[in-house]
Nanobody, 116 residues
Framework: QVQLVESGGGLVQPGGSLRLSCAAS????????LGWYRQAPGKQLEVVAT???????MYADSVKGRFTMSRDNAKNTWYLQMNSLEPGDTAVYLC??????????WGQGTQVTVSS
């Protein structure tokens, strides 16, 4: 099973930026999908962005133009660059590995708080 560890969360002022990391360990075989999700207090889990093993990305409308996914293949790490952060982006961010050849995996989450 793929293990995921997120990092990079923190407290940032509105308009600021953060870069989240999702480091994966274990055997990774295509096809797969890596997704960033978030859950704010009292709200449902929502998808933020996903990238497939083909490199195709998808972004939620609420983050388009502000968030960007990337990957460091050598480190098996995916990143979520978050710019122009808004208070509405405050949530626990989790990465999720959809494994079409085995069990899926979730990371433990990292807190992002956008506040002045």
């Amino acid at each position: 099973q793929v293990q995921l560890v997120e990092s990079g969360g923190g407290l940032v002022q509105p308009g600021g930026s953060l870069r989240l990391s999702c480091a994966a360990s274990g055997s990774i075989f295509s096809p797969y999908v890596l997704g960033w999700y978030r859950q704010a207090p009292g709200k449902q889990l929502e998808v933020v962005a996903t990238v497939g093993s083909t490199g195709r990305t998808m972004y939620a409308d609420s983050v388009k133009g502000r968030f960007t996914m990337s990957r460091d293949n050598a480190k098996n790490t995916w990143y979520l660059q978050m710019n122009s952060l808004e208070p509405g982006d405050t949530a626990v961010y989790l990465c999720y590995f959809k494994n079409f050849r085995g069990p899926d995996s979730w990371g433990q989450g990292t807190q992002v708080t956008v506040s002045s």
